[in-house]
């Protein structure tokens, strides 16, 4: 009889227990969780009710702010507001009743809605004084002028564009098209906001994807400046004579490479400064081959390859496979077969190698702003470290700055100023227009600019189509419009 009490009892025990383990757990463990889950929109209601902050630019243009509702008998007191509209929509992202937070809205929530512990004290000094408490300003480190050169250069080309400061990683511009305004998904109106959705996720030209951070391309030949490193890593000068037959018969297949549009590199060899310098791609495939896809891997992972990427906002994870055949190595070296990169990833090569080889992490919130304008958080780029020897980023830079100087990429010279840079050409699907791309940097006192360009399926030029001809003259004028300080 005691031994079938004392099972009741542990029976009983074990239930009690369970019991009190729900409710500490979704009450207490899972609470931070479900208070930031941008799909709890019982949470997202009681945040109506705060006047959260506003996103800014640098010189204080507004992009996103909270105003009071002025629809009759509307329980929710703030509406979302995107005073810009569609310009800044992939980097702010969306503040909605129905679908949450997204990008920097869902990043820095905490600090919006005025309850980062870094403003603690403010809450406790408002909460004595009866004092409503209004949400953090979050600064944004882009620089209007860039991004309105960079749409505006864009030309509603099916793309993006990317600018960096290289010496701290600042995201200074990033713009991609076709895009979205984030006002459709803000309203107080749960119907309307639905049918934006629903038409926005069903449309085939995907004007929710942020290009710029979020969709992978083949990187053509922008991708040779990655390759150039490895060999200047492994013994290859700049002055060293290196093949560049009209066609390179790749080892172990039928499937020769050729040059774009059948051109040719010299007169059968050519140094490596010369072959990055006119895109030869007969060099680059039988330089990746000689290297071998294990070194070609490591030096694109020192650029961040094959690594979740270290943008605080949601990105895309540029790759390249690590053990592959001499085909496979041979079109990875040109930014073919399965390399795959976001323009984000590009803007970061390029800012690496103006910055010495130093890599930062791209960053796009600059600091948080109290309502009395004081500092209450300051973001910075984190330092990467080293990724290539200085040396290597000097010769890199040099050898850069002849491709826009009389190279591929003549189209992206900004008069008074030493501009470096690559172009690319990426086939992507038989039958289909290549995407065409441009890299490069520039300064001039104390600015300094990295940028990179995506045109897909050439814009509107089609299957004649050259990152020289399309791409370089949006970089330019991106450069050109921040170095100048928007004039």
Request: proline content about 6%.
């Amino acid at each position: 009889m005691n031994r079938q009490i004392r099972r009741v009892a542990m029976v009983v025990l074990v239930a009690f227990l369970a019991l009190l383990a729900a409710p500490l757990y979704w009450q207490v463990l899972a609470a931070p969780r479900l208070a930031n889950d941008p799909r709890n929109t019982r949470v997202l209601i009681k945040e109506y009710s705060i006047e959260r902050g506003a996103i800014v630019l640098s010189d204080r243009t507004e992009v996103a702010r909270s105003d009071r509702s002025r629809q009759r008998g509307d329980p929710l007191e703030f509406v979302r507001r995107y005073p810009q509209g569609e310009r800044y929509g992939m980097v702010t992202g969306f503040y909605s009743l129905v679908y949450g937070r997204t990008l920097a809205e869902q990043e820095f929530n905490s600090f919006l809605l005025g309850r980062a512990p870094e403003q603690f004290a403010q809450n406790v000094t408002d909460l004595l004084t009866a004092r409503e408490t209004p949400g953090g300003t979050l600064v944004l480190t882009l620089d209007r002028a860039a991004q309105e050169a960079a749409e505006r250069a864009l030309r509603a080309r099916k793309g993006a564009v990317v600018a960096l400061d290289p010496r701290t990683g600042a995201v200074l511009a990033m713009t991609t098209f076709p895009r979205y305004d984030p006002n459709e998904l803000s309203s107080h109106n749960p119907e309307a906001i639905r049918r934006n959705w629903e038409r926005l996720v069903n449309d085939e030209n995907g004007p929710l994807l942020n290009r710029a951070a979020g969709a992978l391309y083949p990187p053509g030949s922008t991708f040779k400046v990655i390759t150039a490193a490895a060999a200047l890593e492994n013994g290859v000068s700049m002055t060293d004579e290196l093949p560049s037959p009209p066609v390179y018969d790749v080892p172990e297949t039928s499937a020769d490479i050729r040059n774009f549009g059948g051109a040719t590199c010299g007169d059968g060899s050519l140094t490596l400064s010369e072959a990055l310098r006119i895109s030869c791609n007969t060099t680059f495939a039988g330089l990746g081959v000689e290297l071998g896809s294990e070194k070609l891997a490591a030096e694109a992972e020192k650029f961040g390859f094959n690594k979740p990427s270290p943008y605080e906002l949601p990105a895309a994870t540029s790759v390249i496979p690590r053990d592959q055949d001499a085909p496979a190595t041979a079109q990875s070296a040109i930014g073919q077969r399965d390399v795959r990169t976001s323009p984000l990833q590009m803007a970061s090569v390029a800012a690496t190698i103006a910055n010495g080889g130093r890599r930062m992490a791209p960053f796009v919130g600059q600091e948080v702003l109290s309502d009395k304008g004081r500092v209450v958080k300051r973001f910075e780029g984190e330092d990467l470290g080293q990724a290539i020897p200085e040396r290597v980023a000097g010769d890199l830079k040099d050898m850069m700055r002849q491709v826009v100087e009389s190279g591929t990429g003549v189209a992206a010279q900004i008069p008074g100023l030493d501009v470096a840079g690559k172009t690319g050409t990426a086939q992507h699907a038989r039958g289909r227009s290549p995407h065409a791309w441009f890299i490069g940097f520039t300064s001039s006192g104390d600015r300094a600019i990295a940028v990179a360009v995506v045109v897909e399926e050439g814009g509107d030029v089609g299957s004649e189509i050259t990152g020289g001809r399309t791409a370089a003259p949006i970089a330019r004028e991106v450069m050109a419009t921040y170095i100048r300080g928007g004039g």
